[in-house]
């Protein structure tokens, strides 16, 4: 029987010690994610409205547009991909098929939140969730819903922001009752509350290292040794690569080449190779 990507990441998630993360914001990123030895990746609501759409992320993209994005990434990488589900496009019905259309998409697991819809970057201000009650039950429905029970239901809280730190740890504690197999509280603001978090949330965490925004930036060692179970660069890959190419365009600008950049770009022969041109070559 084949071993689905979901199966894997149980395994990934069974293994002693961190699991090191990245989002990646399109495929071919993915695609050099995996070949650098990543074993695990995020598909960020951020990465996919700002790479496929240049819109800022506020619930503009939709689940039909998140899926294709799912699919298209899971189809050309092996390793697993959790997506992110934001508020699950609606009430019960819409969460449902969110977790139904990411699971045919070939997505290992995905990310739940409380916010209000439409949502926010959960490093923007003026941030509201729902009640915990309503976000249980859309976790019920998400648990229900999925086919594979591998699947991942990663559940995410933005009440720290809004209710502060005890109400997001207690409303951590309820969505993994519920049956939560990951929680996720999004941006603490000091190191102390990074810290706490683990020692009072039973179920397995992830930390989001985001870079620029309102949590402090922890080493990985250090968020294993408190407890932490993933530890994510959500947007690193987006801001790198659009740091690189507005460099590659003042070069070109004031310069008139881009050769002398050339120590610092994939070689066309590696590109190639990356993306399987002989796969596809023999077919002539």
């Known amino acids: 029987m084949k071993t689905t990507t979901a199966k894997r990441l149980r395994e990934l998630l069974a293994r002693p010690g961190l699991v090191r993360s990245l989002a990646a914001h399109d495929v071919l990123s993915a695609l050099v994610m995996e070949q650098a030895g990543i074993e695990l990746l995020f598909l960020g609501g951020f990465g996919v409205a700002a790479s496929r759409f240049g819109w800022p ?25 959790i997506a992110d589900g934001d508020t699950g496009h609606g009430d019960l019905q819409n969460v449902a098929r969110t977790v139904r259309e990411f699971e045919v998409a070939g997505a290992a697991g995905v990310l739940l939140e409380d916010q209000v819809s439409p949502k926010r970057c959960g490093h923007f201000a003026n941030k509201q969730v729902i009640p915990s009650d309503e976000m249980t039950r859309k976790l019920g429905a998400a648990l229900e819903a999925r086919q594979d029970p591998d699947f991942i239901i990663l559940a995410r809280t ?19 009752e519920i049956g939560a197999d990951l929680c996720f509280i999004e941006a603490p603001e000091t190191m102390d509350d990074l810290e706490r978090i683990p020692k009072e949330v039973s179920t397995p965490l992830l930390a989001n290292m985001l870079t620029g925004g309102r949590t402090p930036i922890v080493a990985f060692e250090t968020l294993e040794e408190w407890g932490y179970k993933i530890a994510v660069c959500p947007i690193a890959s987006l801001l790198l690569t659009a740091f690189h190419i507005r460099r590659l365009a003042e070069t070109l600008k004031t310069q008139g080449r881009v050769e002398q950049l050339a120590n610092e770009m994939f070689s066309f022969e590696d590109l190639k ?12």
């Open 57 to 81: 992320d506020i619930g503009l993209v939709t689940l039909n547009e998140m899926t294709e994005a799912v699919q298209r990434l899971a189809d050309r990488v092996q390793i697993p991909v």
């Open 158 to 176: 933005d009440a720290l922001a809004i209710e502060g730190a005890n109400a997001a740890i207690d409303r951590s504690n309820k969505y993994g």
């Open 273 to 284: 190779k990356l993306l399987g041109d002989a796969d596809w070559m023999h077919f002539e």
